[in-house]
């Protein structure tokens, strides 16, 4: 008895590697040089909050006595040590913008974890379950999102108390929503087709339908809104910390050091502006690489 041909399906789409698929993605993520030019700055942030400790020519919090708001080395009157100059208390403000990265990545990082899975777990549970529980959970979304976000913060730490940790958490909270309503929206719109009910025909459970194959179809919008979620992370971070409801001093985060400087605007500059940059910087830089992505990973967007 001679074996079966199988016969190949000519309908069926062809397999793409991974690595067409990644060289691919880097030819439209590179297409948009500010994109490029945002990966760029955006990498070199991430290096010094790593190296921070290395790199930092002087302790965040040291107290130079005899350097009290110091003007920056290439001013007169600054001082070759203190580069970026020094606050009011004597503090080297390169420094202590070094080691604010960390705060700000990890404040980005932490927000973007907690808001993605909690956010994923319930945009998929509504997108899948429908009817009630579908309704429930978007109300709820949506009284989330009649308030501004940064007012909702402010008051859920006030409650909670001051302090890095709640401000992480209150930032998640707020960011929640928008993770939620967009992975309900591409579960709704991958649910009716072929290769759900093909899985579900073939008796795949619940759980197996929502997190391996609906979900992995889901991801490239979840992709681009972690990235623009990581710089409101950090934007809605410092403004905390500017209404002293974030970071304590003498943590040097960037939005602390704003509020510490504010009475010092006139008579030294430097003390609020370079603080002030160093948000800026960091988050265009974020957006940059967001919109890359967004360009990137969007077929619609794909430029041919």
């Not at 000519?10 to 994109?35: C, D, M, T």
């Not at 920056?72 to 080297?92: C, Y």
């Not at 390169?94 to 080691?99: E, N, T």
Request: hydrophobic share 55%.
């Amino acid at each position: 008895m001679s074996n079966p041909v199988t016969v190949a399906d000519p309908n069926a789409a062809p397999k793409i590697s991974p690595l067409i698929q990644l060289r691919e993605f880097w030819f439209y993520f590179s297409v948009n040089r500010g994109a490029v030019i945002g990966l760029v700055v955006f990498i070199l942030l991430v290096l010094t909050a790593i190296f921070a400790h290395w790199i930092a020519p002087h302790s965040p919090i040291q107290q130079y006595r005899d350097a009290l708001l110091v003007p920056p080395a290439w001013l007169e009157g600054g001082r070759p040590e203190f580069l970026l100059g020094t606050d009011a208390v004597g503090r080297d403000i390169l420094s202590r913008l070094i080691h604010g990265s960390q705060y700000s990545m990890l404040i980005g990082t932490v927000v973007v974890v907690i808001a993605l899975v909690t956010g994923i777990a319930v945009g998929l549970l509504a997108g899948y379950a429908g009817g009630w529980v579908d309704t429930l959970l978007m109300r709820i979304m949506d009284l989330i999102l009649a308030f501004p976000s940064l007012l909702l913060a402010l008051v859920l730490v006030a409650i909670l108390g001051p302090g890095l940790i709640n401000m992480m958490i209150a930032i998640a909270l707020v960011l929640q929503p928008h993770f939620v309503r967009l992975t309900r929206s591409a579960v709704l719109g991958e649910m009716g087709k072929d290769y759900v009910t093909s899985a579900r025909v073939a008796g795949a459970g619940h759980l197996r339908l929502m997190f391996k194959t609906i979900l992995p179809n889901c991801l490239a919008p979840l992709i681009v809104q972690a990235t623009l979620s990581f710089s409101s992370a950090i934007l809605d971070a410092a403004a905390l910390g500017f209404l002293g409801l974030g970071a304590q001093p003498p943590t040097p985060e960037w939005g602390t050091m704003l509020a510490e400087a504010r009475q010092f605007i006139l008579r030294a500059w430097w003390v609020v502006t370079l603080p002030g940059l160093a948000i800026l910087i960091t988050v265009l830089a974020i957006n940059l690489v967001g919109d890359g992505l967004r360009d990137a990973l969007d077929p619609k967007l794909k430029r041919s």
